[in-house]
């Protein structure tokens, strides 16, 4: 028999997603990336994924890499929930999985898991898809969070929640998730008893927040909080920033995004001005609306490769979200940058640092605590300092990929917890 090199014997791992695509589109496709390549240093691992374009680039893959990835082919025509579920057990029996880690899904998530079910496949959360049916599950409604679960409910309740999800879904730039819902049928009653099911029956869950944990509870009592991760060698480590007269601040991501908080920010820094602050607030944003003040810096969303250079550039980071962030990867870049972090309690995100230890924790949508913490970090930047390098040993010590594998997901697989 073929041992790991932890000495437990050599497994068949199918890791199941039905969204990969590289170079990625966001966090999650380089969170199943790095954890698969880890996983495939101790066991055999193949991605399974459609090789699927419409509306989505699905299975489309630039590279090749430390693991073996099986593409799935479908057109049109076969693109539905029993097609894709049959496809998946026919592979996984054709290989002979012997561990099924499913982690994308989006609406189809629960189908998929339904023809996979007697693996008792492990569940990844990497968000709120299928605990919410609004885009891909946000639990954010009118510029709040959304306090209704259809889950613990009864189907009137799932059915405030479908009359909820489908009106943005007839939106032409959200046509993905309508084709989604609709051949995975999440309008239909039976769509909760699917979703149920596959919280109860797999081995286990795992996602990135206690929000979503406390949820997932009362389906399942093996849920696990597991962070995301980087590599710090891909945002090197910066000396505080030298020379200018200016307070630079900066928010990474979709600032045009309303969960994302930039209203408050920038009332924040509307009132830092009036004080008398010399700031410039810079953000990614891609809408022509910008807010007209003088003090805003626009920038184009930028790809990953450039983001080192963007917060050299900065005195300190800013995350204001204002909804149940899952997770946060934007604070983790900016700890390990050097770069003194102020965020928002919410989600997975608030979790990330420590409060006056390696970063400022304040509350959500609130503006007059955020001018304090940005006036903080303006009038010491001996504060700014202490910050930075607490962050960064921070992001060393518990967000590195080969330790959130190591300590995580290899014991779930190999049986060790």
């Known amino acids: 028999m073929k041992l790991s090199a932890g000495g437990c014997a050599v497994l068949k791992i199918a890791v199941v997603d039905l969204l990969f695509n590289w170079p990625p589109d966001g966090g999650a496709r380089t969170d199943v990336k790095e954890v698969a390549e880890r996983l495939a240093h101790h066991h055999q691992v193949r991605l399974f994924v459609p090789s699927y374009q419409r509306f989505f680039p699905r299975g489309r893959i630039d590279r090749q890499f430390a693991f073996e990835v099986e593409l799935l082919p479908f057109r049109t025509r ?13 592979a996984l029996e054709a290989w002979g999985a012997q561990r099924v880690y499913i982690t994308d899904g989006w609406y189809l ?28 599950g946000i639990f954010f409604r009118h510029g709040t969070n959304c306090p209704v679960r259809y889950l613990d409910a009864g189907l009137t309740t799932w059915a405030t929640c479908a009359r909820c999800a489908l009106p943005p879904l007839r939106r032409p730039q959200y046509r993905q998730f309508m084709q989604e819902a609709l051949i995975a049928g999440a309008f239909l009653p039976g769509y909760r008893r699917a979703v149920k099911r596959m919280l109860r029956e797999a081995s286990a869950l795992i996602c990135y927040n206690e929000f979503i944990a406390a949820m997932l509870r009362s389906h399942n009592p093996n849920v696990r909080v597991v962070p995301s991760g980087l590599h710090p060698g891909d945002f090197p480590l910066q000396p505080p920033r030298q020379g200018g007269e200016t307070f630079e601040v900066g928010m990474v991501g979709r600032a045009g995004d309303h969960t994302k908080g930039f209203p408050v920010l920038l009332e924040s820094c509307r009132r830092l001005h009036g004080r008398g602050v010399p700031l410039r607030l810079h ?9 007209p003040e003088p003090f805003l810096v626009r920038h184009d969303w930028m790809p990953p490769a450039a983001l080192p250079d963007f917060y050299r550039e900065l005195d300190v980071c800013v995350v204001p979200s204002v909804w149940q962030e899952p997770f946060g990867i ?52 001996a504060l700014r300092r202490r910050l930075a390098e607490a962050g960064r040993r921070r992001v060393e010590e518990h967000f590195t990929w080969d330790r959130i594998v190591e300590e995580h997901y290899l014991p779930l697989f190999e ?3």
């Open 415 to 417: 049986g060790r917890t």
């Open 78 to 90: 076969n693109w539905n929930a029993w097609t894709i579920g049959r496809a998946y057990r026919r």
């Open 283 to 291: 953000c990614t944003w891609s809408e022509d609306n910008l807010p």
């Open 330 to 381: 934007v604070a983790l870049e900016a700890m390990a940058s050097g770069r003194p972090l102020i965020c928002t309690r919410v989600g997975g995100l608030g979790s990330i640092p420590i409060h006056g230890e390696s970063g400022l924790v304040v509350p959500p949508a609130d503006a007059a605590a955020l001018e304090s913490a940005l006036w903080a970090l303006y009038s010491d930047p």
């Open 109 to 136: 998530k629960p189908r998929v898991f339904a023809a996979l079910a007697h693996y008792r496949p492990l569940v990844r959360f990497y968000a709120y898809e299928t605990l919410c049916l609004r885009f891909h």
